[in-house]
């Protein structure tokens, strides 16, 4: 889910933080983002069964490569890798102990909605009103596999339902009328015979 608060402002931060923050960066593998059209991301995802270091390295690479798009939320399909993880950071990086890696998700508590408009890093351009719950529960694994429960509002609960989405093969625009939806399907296919897709 791409950080909706971006602008097209360029941030500036002083010049040793950018030099740590790319160095960082740099030792991360970053993943290309699986755009929509890819099988994958119609395709529910199978559970993690491993925490292991190398799981643990997958996670900070999804984060490095979550940064690299400017979102907030990075699901596991969207890196073309079929397996129940999703990584979740709301402040895009500004406050490392808001990442969360969500493995094995699943909601158990929603409670009230919201209307907002959202994107996806695997839909770039293209916006959509969804409905979400305001309020959510969820229930998972860190990246050492240690169940813990969240609740979450606003952005975060939209970013939690949207990637728990991906790890279930639906895409945003499925929560969208059947008209927008299929004005953003002929405008993605006008770009893929352009070859801009």
């Known amino acids: 889910m791409p950080d909706k608060s971006t602008s097209s402002e360029v941030a500036t931060s002083p010049a040793p933080a950018s030099i740590d923050a790319s160095a960082a960066v740099a ?28 799981f643990q390295q997958l996670t900070e690479d999804m984060f490095a490569s979550m940064y690299a798009a400017q979102g907030v939320g990075l699901a596991a399909p969207q890196i ?3 397996l129940r993880v ?9 406050n490392p102990e808001a990442k969360i890696v969500l493995a094995n998700p699943e909601i158990i508590h929603a409670e009230g909605e919201v209307r907002e408009e959202e994107g996806c890093l695997s839909i770039p351009g293209f916006r959509g009103y969804v409905m979400r719950p305001q309020f959510v529960t969820v229930r998972a694994h ?14 975060m609960a939209r970013a939690f339902c949207h990637e728990i989405d991906h790890l279930n093969g639906i895409l945003f625009l499925q929560h ?15 770009l893929k015979k352009q070859g801009e897709w």
């Not at 059209?37 to 199978?46: F, N």
Request: charge should be positive; glycine fraction near 6%; charged fraction near 35%.
């Open 27 to 54: 030792s991360r593998k970053i993943y290309p983002i699986v755009k929509y059209g890819d099988p994958i991301l119609e395709k529910p995802t199978v559970a993690v069964k491993k925490f292991d270091a190398d």
């Open 80 to 82: 073309g890798l079929n």
């Open 86 to 94: 999703a990584v979740v950071d709301v402040t895009v990086g500004k």
């Open 142 to 155: 860190n990246a050492k596999g240690e169940p813990f429960e969240i609740r979450a509002e606003n952005l």
């Open 176 to 190: 969208l009328s059947m008209l927008k939806r299929d004005l953003i399907k002929r405008k993605i296919k006008k």
